[in-house]
C-alpha cells in the first residue's frame, strides 16, 4: 500500500502538468427535465413529516415517563 505522501505527490504531479478538475457550473433553474415546483412539493412533505415525527416522539417518551414510572 503506497504511502500517503506517495498519493498527494503524485496529485501534485497532475497540477504540475497542467491538469485541471473540472468545472460543474450547473443552472438548475433552466436544466432540461428539472420540474422545480414538484421539488418544493416534496421538500415541503419531508418538513412536514419530520416535524409530526419528532412531536410524535416527543409524546410518546413523555407517555412512557408518566406511565411507566
Not at 500500500?1 to 498519493?7: F, K
Given at each position: 500500500?503506497?504511502?500517503?505522501?506517495?498519493?498527494a505527490k503524485s496529485l501534485g504531479q497532475g497540477f504540475e502538468k497542467g491538469l485541471r478538475m473540472a468545472s460543474h457550473e450547473t443552472e438548475y433553474s433552466t436544466a432540461?427535465?428539472?420540474d422545480y415546483a414538484e421539488h418544493e412539493r416534496t421538500y415541503e412533505l419531508f418538513l412536514?413529516?419530520?416535524?409530526?415525527?419528532?412531536?410524535s416522539i416527543?409524546?410518546?417518551?413523555?407517555?412512557?415517563a408518566y406511565f411507566l414510572t
Open positions: 500500500m503506497p504511502a500517503l505522501h506517495d498519493s432540461d427535465g428539472n412536514t413529516m419530520t416535524k409530526w415525527g419528532v412531536i416527543v409524546i410518546l417518551l413523555a407517555g412512557m
